[in-house]
């Protein structure tokens, strides 16, 4: 037991296990079992595994540490371990040993295994070695031959070589010289075939030669002929480029020849701009020609192909060649080339504005904005060739201006329409009505004139949105992406047109001497409903498809919606209120008329209702059944349950009698006029022009406050008989009975009335009141 324990205790035993403790896991025995190998390898101390945590590593009772004693560990066991621990111990530390030999065994067969292959691969590498060996040596051999051999060759060919090189040395310079001898009948066969340029490169490649050996005869000779048939050259290509009958690139040839035949760039330089500019001036002559009274003009899209195909594309040609030819002119020929190409581009400039100009009077944008688009392609390129002309910019702002006066021509042409819905609107108001057929109310006038003009709106909208399309070339600059679409179309277009719309709606709203007293009533409360509606929805719903159709990226300060709705709702309001004016000044000319033509102190005892009252009742129940098309009920007061019940006794109450009573005795001792006075100071007031409120109730009880106010001032200008005091309280009574029903509270047409009635009293010598039964036959009679 004691051999065991000394030859190889366990880490897992020690002075505290028990005989009865559970086996250590898989996991944990072969955790320690690596431990123990690294420890057998010699690995450091901390890569070892098994050590319990705060375990001292110069610990000799230490199974797993360095400095592990087995004497006294063994003492240890003895002293403090009864026999059956000692016994177990010794079967643990049994197993753990053949663990360990299991373990190393595997480690051992797989080293091995490894070790086997690596000697196999060792082997076929010194095999493969050794034959590389032989084939480089066959190889330093073959090469050492070959060495030997180009040598021999070299030495044997060595005299025949500077030979042949002598040889072939004086076989080009013969043919040189025969060239040259040859050259100047070469030249004259050139000039009369008409092969300017191989004559060119000809002198060219024999100029150098016979500068050089000038001094010699012959060569002078050749080279005088040369010069004779050069000079004849030059002066036939001069002859060809001043006839300008060929085009650009055949003069460029002309100017590239002569330059090449050693003839002054500034002169060259400048003939040839003299002769691109009278190409390119019948190029504008024939524009302007098309743009001439007479003949009927072609249409945009065609005029400005011509122009890109012919002038355009001529420019860019010159000013190509130009760059090309005389590129060594330096910064002075860029900036002749930019004045020629600014001054021609500004006469083009002027030729299309003005056949644009003869475009704003159109429609359709699809046809000016594709003219426009390869107007301003064509310009890229010679802008790019000319940027110090500036031809890029001065076509991209001739886009923006037109784009800022199409703007203004959609917003005449939605001013426009909608004056011409409003012209329709008069038209169908003023028509005749056939008998037994309806015209359109005003509720379908309404929506026709909404519908028309936010269609018009709509296709503005959509015509001016062309200008931003993707496939456009002009659509990325940065006028297009901002200030277009806020200042432009949602400022100049929609927010413009809402206020003119306003005005002109206000503008109906004038003293009756001007456009207002022509205006129908119908149109008032047909366009207060309108700007009442762009309030409360249209306006918010055509500034949102603005904003979505048209992404503005411009910060630029715009009209808030806020006061565009705050604009139509006042103007809504003046509408509704001059409406209510006219209407009323209708209705009280009829009542004023009545009173003034009447002689109310001889009139005969009341048997009716006066026409003029009946014919009230009726206008204001065709101006409730008007207001009721366009706007609601609204709110009135609570009506009590006798109002359409009373008599004349309201007028005749204690209240009344006390104001006009003491008339009736000669000798009153009070003043009637005193208790008139006393009367009105506990009266409420009534305001006649209060303000008026979108609904019906509220424009009705303008209207009767209105009439009834008229009626009053009416009756206190005039003498009243007994009889004309009877008329008026039978007319008052008549219409209480159908008046209050339109009023938002009936107590103000009886307070109306009374005034009236009460008027009439103090107007009327003998004031003596009709019996209320009588008065009622008579209004339910008439």
């Given at each position: 037991?004691?051999?065991?324990?000394?030859s190889?205790?366990?880490?897992?035993?020690?002075?505290?296990?028990?005989?009865?403790?559970?086996?250590?896991?898989?996991?944990?025995?072969?955790?320690?079992?690596?431990?123990m190998?690294?420890?057998?390898?010699?690995?450091?101390?901390?890569?070892?595994?098994?050590?319990?945590?705060?375990s001292?590593?110069?610990?000799?009772?230490?199974?797993?540490?360095?400095?592990?004693?087995?004497?006294?560990?063994?003492?240890?066991?003895?002293?403090?371990?009864?026999?059956?621990?000692?016994?177990?111990?010794?079967?643990?530390m049994?197993?753990?040993?053949?663990?360990?030999?299991?373990?190393?065994?595997?480690?051992?067969?797989?080293?091995?295994?490894?070790?086997?292959?690596?000697?196999?691969?060792?082997?076929?590498?010194?095999?493969?070695?050794?034959?590389?060996?032989?084939?480089?040596?066959r190889?330093?051999?073959?090469?050492?031959v070959?060495?030997?051999?180009?040598?021999?060759?070299?030495?044997?060919?060595?005299?025949?070589?500077?030979?042949?090189?002598?040889?072939?040395?004086v076989?080009?310079?013969?043919?040189?010289?025969?060239?040259?001898?040859?050259?100047?009948?070469?030249?004259?066969?050139?000039?009369?075939?008409?092969?300017?340029?191989?004559?060119?490169?000809?002198?060219?490649?024999?100029?150098?030669?016979?500068?050089q050996?000038?001094?010699l005869?012959?060569?002078?000779?050749?080279?005088?002929?040369?010069?004779?048939?050069?000079?004849r050259?030059?002066?036939?290509?001069?002859?060809?480029?001043r006839?300008?009958?060929?085009?650009?690139?055949?003069?460029?040839?002309?100017?590239?020849?002569?330059l090449?035949l050693?003839?002054?760039?500034?002169?060259?330089?400048?003939?040839?701009?003299?002769?691109?500019?009278?190409?390119?001036?019948?190029?504008l002559?024939?524009?302007?020609?098309?743009?001439?009274?007479?003949?009927?003009?072609?249409?945009?899209l065609?005029?400005?192909?011509?122009?890109?195909?012919?002038?355009?594309?001529?420019?860019?040609?010159?000013?190509?060649?130009?760059?090309?030819?005389?590129?060594?002119?330096?910064?002075?020929?860029?900036?002749?080339?930019?004045?020629?190409?600014?001054?021609?581009?500004?006469?083009?400039?002027?030729?299309?504005?003005?056949?644009?100009?003869?475009?704003?009077?159109?429609?359709?944008?699809?046809?000016l904005?594709?003219?426009?688009?390869?107007?301003?392609?064509?310009?890229?390129?010679?802008?790019?060739?000319?940027?110090?002309?500036?031809?890029?910019?001065?076509?991209?702002?001739?886009?923006?201006?037109?784009?800022?006066?199409?703007?203004?021509?959609?917003?005449?042409?939605?001013?426009?329409?909608?004056?011409?819905?409003?012209?329709?609107?008069?038209?169908?108001?003023?028509?005749?009505?056939?008998?037994?057929?309806?015209?359109?109310?005003?509720?379908?006038?309404?929506?026709?004139?909404?519908?028309?003009?936010?269609?018009?709106?709509?296709?503005?909208?959509?015509?001016?949105?062309?200008?931003?399309?993707?496939?456009?070339?002009?659509?990325?600059?940065?006028?297009?992406?901002?200030?277009?679409?806020?200042?432009?179309?949602?400022?100049?277009l929609i927010?413009?047109?809402?206020?003119?719309?306003?005005?002109?709606?206000?503008?109906?709203?004038?003293?009756?001497?001007?456009?207002?007293?022509?205006?129908?009533?119908?149109?008032?409360?047909?366009?207060?409903?309108?700007?009442?509606?762009y309030?409360?929805a249209?306006?918010?719903?055509?500034l949102?498809?603005?904003?979505?159709?048209?992404?503005?990226?411009?910060?630029?300060?715009?009209?808030?919606?806020?006061?565009?709705?705050?604009?139509?709702?006042e103007?809504?309001?003046?509408?509704?209120?001059?409406?209510?004016?006219?209407?009323?000044?209708?209705?009280?000319?009829?009542?004023?008329?009545?009173?003034?033509?009447?002689?109310?102190?001889?009139?005969?005892?009341?048997?009716?209702?006066?026409?003029?009252?009946?014919r009230?009742?009726?206008?204001?129940t065709?101006?409730?059944?008007?207001?009721?098309?366009?706007?609601?009920?609204?709110?009135?007061?609570?009506?009590?349950?006798?109002?359409?019940?009373?008599?004349?006794?309201?007028?005749?109450?204690?209240?009344?009698?006390?104001?006009?009573?003491?008339?009736?005795?000669?000798?009153?001792?009070?003043?009637?006029?005193?208790?008139?006075?006393?009367?009105?100071?506990?009266?409420?007031r009534?305001d006649?022009?209060?303000?008026?409120?979108?609904?019906?109730v509220?424009?009705?009880?303008g209207?009767?406050?209105?009439?009834?106010?008229?009626?009053?001032?009416?009756?206190?200008?005039?003498?009243?008989?007994?009889?004309?005091?009877?008329?008026?309280?039978?007319?008052?009574?008549?219409?209480q009975?159908?008046?209050?029903?339109?009023v938002?509270?009936?107590?103000?047409?009886?307070?109306?009335?009374?005034e009236?009635?009460?008027?009439?009293?103090?107007?009327?010598?003998?004031?003596?009141?009709?019996?209320?039964?009588?008065?009622?036959?008579?209004?339910?009679?008439?």
């Open positions: 037991m004691a051999t065991a324990a000394a190889g205790l366990g880490p897992g035993s020690g002075p505290g296990d028990s005989p009865e403790g559970p086996e250590p896991e898989a996991p944990e025995r072969r955790r320690k079992a690596h431990g190998l690294k420890l057998y390898y010699g690995l450091s101390e901390g890569e070892t595994a098994g050590r319990p945590p705060g001292d590593p110069l610990d000799p009772i230490d199974l797993n540490g360095a400095h592990f004693d087995p004497e006294m560990y063994l003492d240890k066991l003895r002293r403090e371990c009864p026999l059956a621990q000692l016994m177990d111990s010794e079967t643990d049994v197993r753990q040993i053949r663990a360990l030999d299991s373990d190393m065994q595997t480690l051992v067969y797989e080293n091995y295994n490894k070790f086997i292959s690596a000697t196999d691969t060792i082997r076929k590498m010194k095999n493969d070695f050794r034959k590389m060996e032989d084939e480089m040596d190889l330093a051999n073959n090469m050492a070959i060495t030997d051999f180009s040598a021999r060759i070299s030495a044997t060919l060595q005299d025949c070589h500077e030979r042949i090189t002598k040889l072939a040395g076989h080009a310079l013969l043919r040189k010289l025969q060239f040259l001898f040859e050259l100047p009948s070469r030249l004259t066969k050139c000039v009369e075939l008409g092969a300017y340029g191989q004559a060119v490169r000809y002198q060219g490649r024999a100029r150098a030669v016979l500068q050996y000038q001094h005869p012959s060569f002078r000779a050749i080279q005088d002929d040369c010069q004779v048939i050069t000079a050259l030059a002066q036939q290509l001069r002859q060809r480029f006839e300008g009958g060929s085009g650009a690139p055949e003069q460029a040839e002309c100017v590239e020849l002569l090449a050693g003839e002054p760039a500034e002169e060259l330089c400048e003939e040839f701009l003299v002769h691109a500019r009278g190409r390119l001036e019948d190029e002559r024939s524009l302007e020609a098309e743009l001439g009274p007479s003949p009927p003009a072609p249409d945009i065609e005029f400005t192909d011509r122009g890109g195909s012919g002038f355009v594309g001529g420019l860019c040609q010159v000013a190509a060649a130009y760059q090309e030819l005389f590129a060594a002119q330096g910064s002075a020929g860029a900036e002749k080339l930019a004045a020629f190409a600014r001054e021609l581009g500004g006469r083009y400039f002027a030729l299309v504005e003005r056949r644009l100009a003869q475009e704003q009077g159109g429609g359709d944008n699809s046809l904005v594709r003219a426009l688009d390869r107007f301003h392609r064509r310009l890229r390129a010679p802008g790019a060739l000319l940027a110090a002309a500036g031809l890029a910019e001065a076509a991209t702002e001739i886009v923006e201006r037109v784009a800022r006066e199409r703007l203004g021509h959609h917003l005449q042409g939605l001013r426009a329409a909608f004056l011409g819905c409003l012209t329709d609107v008069r038209q169908a108001l003023a028509a005749p009505r056939l008998t037994g057929k309806e015209g359109p109310g005003l509720a379908e006038l309404l929506a026709n004139v909404a519908s028309s003009v936010l269609s018009h709106i709509k296709a503005s909208l959509a015509a001016v949105h062309l200008f931003t399309a993707k496939e456009v070339s002009f659509s990325n600059k940065p006028y297009f992406r901002g200030e277009f679409c806020s200042q432009g179309v949602r400022e100049g927010v413009g047109f809402i206020h003119s719309m306003c005005q002109t709606a206000q503008s109906f709203c004038d003293s009756p001497g001007e456009k207002g007293g022509a205006t129908p009533p119908a149109l008032l409360l047909l366009l207060s409903r309108l700007c009442l509606d309030e409360t249209t306006i918010s719903y055509i949102t498809l603005t904003d979505e159709q048209f992404l503005v990226q411009d910060q630029s300060p715009v009209t808030p919606v806020s006061v565009l709705c705050a604009e139509a709702r103007t809504a309001r003046r509408l509704l209120t001059h409406y209510v004016k006219v209407q009323g000044l209708v209705i009280s000319q009829m009542l004023r008329k009545s009173v003034e033509t009447r002689d109310w102190l001889s009139t005969l005892e009341p048997r009716n209702v006066r026409a003029v009252m009946k009230v009742v009726e206008d204001t065709a101006i409730d059944v008007q207001v009721g098309l366009l706007y609601e009920e609204g709110v009135r007061k609570a009506q009590s349950s006798d109002s359409s019940k009373r008599t004349f006794s309201v007028y005749s109450s204690s209240r009344q009698q006390g104001r006009y009573a003491p008339s009736y005795t000669p000798s009153a001792p009070m003043d009637t006029n005193l208790l008139s006075n006393i009367q009105k100071l506990f009266s409420e009534i006649v022009f209060s303000p008026v409120e979108f609904n019906k509220s424009v009705l009880t209207i009767i406050k209105i009439s009834l106010k008229t009626l009053l001032e009416c009756v206190r200008l005039r003498t009243f008989g007994r009889f004309g005091l009877q008329q008026v309280q039978v007319d008052c009574h008549f219409l009975l159908y008046l209050w029903r339109f938002a509270d009936e107590e103000l047409v009886h307070l109306l009335l009374d009236v009635v009460a008027s009439a009293a103090l107007r009327c010598p003998d004031p003596v009141p009709m019996e209320p039964s009588v008065v009622e036959v008579i209004c339910e009679r008439g």
